[in-house]
DNA sequence: GGAACTTCCTAAAGGCTTTAGGCAAATGGG
DNA sequence: CCCATTTGCCTAAAGCCTTTAGGAAGTTCC
């Protein structure tokens, strides 16, 4: 019997290439033992359940997407800093969808507080330092931008935007300078 | 034998309710026909498939939301009308939570294109009369606004925003405040 | 009352998940 | 080097979900 040499690491990258091909919901140990070529039984010594093999993608992809985001902010500021944060979110959606609905996945308080979650959001604090903000207006705008860019890649990933003018691109575009000039004035607290 | 009075419309209904009980991608035709005290080979008659009964939940979330939106519309304008529009949305996703999922499902595009996604699509356009927007800013707009409120409910339903200060009713509200804000001020093309 | 239709049923096949128990390959101490 | 232990993968089996096929009991309407 030739051994496949599966580990909980090899698998959960596997996965996450599924994932990108497939759809993150038609992950399953079935099809992950299939590219094995291995018994689905086999996977359950190295992964707790189905739902673990899902959250281990899930903080993978949390990894890329600090990594790329953290890599893309280095040395920007201001609104160079907020284009180059947002083009990450949009090309790693578009590129690995399956990783991005990973990255989306719900995780529970304890694993989320320890998923490099955090880290994005330290990262989009990161952008702010360029403009004129201070507490609590800051945590508001961390949540807008958040979900600006949350909400837009997942609507254009569902096919929102397409086959209609103008395209996507422009839109994102004129969105971003929208968000720099609202981070420029921010309005007072009526 | 009785029966048990089963339609597509009663099926579809239960389905959402089971959505809100137990989660959008928990509702299963094996679930549903336990609920109807039925077996579950009978729902085949009034259900193409599992992907039909997920489909039709999302069509009728749709319809609900859109109801909600056009009757908090009526008789508003501007910030006013944002605030309410902005409401509907964040009200309908926690009070509904797997149905809100289910408005969320991607649908194939003439099944969109017929759905009262299209209503809500106008009803967000027509907030923005209230504002001195052209085109193709008016687009741009709308997408900005549809990225934030979805964005925004489904990481707050995600948990993300609990658990910390400010909490999420008044970031909700200062977020709003900025939007009106912005749409008073959008930026001319550089 | 009976023909035609509809509703719901039983039966069965196929897929995914998960646990239990077993044999074989790798590892490493004597 | 060899034997014992650990580790990796297997077979078997049970449970649940989906979907199709075909049949029997209600309902409708002439």
Redesign the interface.
């Known amino acids: 019997m030739v051994r496949a040499g599966l580990t909980t690491e090899r698998l959960v990258r596997a996965g996450a290439e599924l994932a990108d091909e497939v759809g993150f919901?038609q992950v399953t140990a079935s099809a992950l033992a299939r590219r094995f070529d291995v018994k689905v039984a086999s996977l359950y010594s190295h992964l707790k359940n189905s739902q673990d093999l899902r959250t281990r993608i899930a903080l993978l992809a949390l990894e890329e997407l600090a990594d790329r985001a953290a890599e893309a902010l280095a040395g920007r500021s201001g609104k160079d800093a907020l284009g180059a944060f947002a083009d990450v979110y949009r090309d790693y959606a578009r590129t690995h969808p399956g990783r991005y609905a990973a990255a989306?996945h719900?995780l529970d308080?304890e694993t989320?507080a320890g998923s490099a979650g955090v880290r994005i959001a330290q990262l989009t604090r990161a952008i702010l330092r360029g403009y004129d903000l201070t507490e609590?207006?800051q945590?508001?705008?961390v949540?807008?931008l958040?979900?600006?860019?949350?909400?837009?890649v997942?609507?254009e990933s569902?096919?929102?935007?397409s086959?209609?003018?103008?395209d996507s691109q422009?839109?994102w575009t004129?969105?971003l300078?929208?968000l720099?000039?609202?981070l420029r004035?921010?309005?007072a607290?009526?």
């Open positions: 919901d989306r719900p308080p989320a609590p207006d945590t508001h705008a949540r807008l958040g979900s600006v860019f949350h909400g837009y997942s609507l569902a096919g929102g935007f086959h209609s003018a103008p422009e839109s004129r969105i300078d929208a720099d000039s609202l004035n921010w309005p607290h009526p």
